[in-house]
């Protein structure tokens, strides 16, 4: 297989399961449904912001590998799921959030899952095309099975609890939307952080229970979007009496 055929796997292998994530989460907005172009400056954006984390990534690496410091291996994996966070929602602020089609809560979880899918598609794409360059193809093959169901939904999950945070303070002042967007990137960095620290740590069995703590994270992040959407009623009903 010639350089240019695994790459096309690879990025076929990334892009598609993200593609399909994607459409599965739009559908939580189809009645009111984001417009396709968007959605998809969104998506690219997200693959874009790739190419600005992995410097900065880069940075932390030099500056902490090797370090005498207590819990520096810690410290880089939270710094790094900061940058990530920090990177895909400033992307998407640009692209989305700052646009007229922003109209209800729900919108803010749309656009920033959106983006963390460009993101995750092009990340599995590296950790695909790793694998096909040695020719180990089983390996591609488990490898993107794996983040598909774990590392992309993670990189779901954090995004759209910053746009969850964004939703619960849709209608508020300014304040208490910036209080809420900074604890939204804290808690999204916490958790990403923390996934990453468990699945370089765990042992077979025990990826398979971190990734069922992922699941859960998706269980709550459906109630997110039933909130988002009581957000949107409550105020439209106000409205209105």
């Known amino acids: 297989m010639d350089s240019t055929t695994e790459i096309f796997?690879?990025?076929?292998a990334g892009i598609l399961p993200?593609?399909?994530?994607?459409?599965?989460?739009?559908?939580e907005d189809n009645l009111h449904p984001e417009p396709r172009l968007l959605l998809a400056f969104s998506f690219l954006g997200g693959m874009l912001s790739v190419a600005l984390?992995?410097?900065l990534q880069k940075l932390v690496l030099d500056l902490l590998d090797g370090?005498?410091?207590?819990y520096a291996t810690t410290l880089k994996y939270i710094i790094w799921a900061g940058?990530?966070?920090?990177?895909?929602?400033?992307?998407?602020?640009?692209?989305?959030l700052r646009s007229r089609f922003l109209d209800e809560p729900i919108d803010a979880m749309i656009?920033?899952?959106?983006?963390?899918?460009?993101?995750?598609?092009?990340?599995?794409?590296f950790f695909i095309l790793k694998p096909l360059e040695l020719g180990n193809t089983l390996q591609a093959l488990i490898s993107g099975n794996l983040r598909f169901i774990g590392a992309t939904l993670l990189h779901v999950v954090a995004s759209a609890t910053i746009g969850f945070s964004i939703s619960l303070t849709f209608f508020k002042g300014k304040l208490l939307k910036r209080t809420s967007l900074l604890f939204g990137v804290i808690l999204a960095t916490a958790l990403h952080a923390a996934f990453n620290l468990f699945i370089?740590?765990?042992?077979?069995i025990d990826t398979f229970k971190i990734f069922a703590l992922v699941w859960v994270?998706?269980?709550?992040?459906?109630?997110?979007?039933e909130k988002a959407r009581s957000i949107d009623s409550q105020k439209k009903v106000s409205s209105t009496s």
């Open 9 to 12: 796997y690879a990025l076929l």
């Open 18 to 27: 993200a593609i399909l994530w994607l459409w599965f989460w739009l559908k």
């Open 53 to 55: 984390v992995l410097p």
């Open 67 to 70: 370090s005498t410091l207590a």
């Open 83 to 96: 940058i990530e966070e920090i990177m895909k929602l400033v992307v998407v602020y640009f692209i989305a």
């Open 111 to 125: 656009y920033l899952i959106t983006v963390a899918l460009g993101f995750a598609a092009l990340e599995n794409t």
């Open 200 to 204: 370089i740590q765990s042992s077979g």
């Open 217 to 225: 994270g998706v269980i709550i992040l459906m109630l997110f979007f």
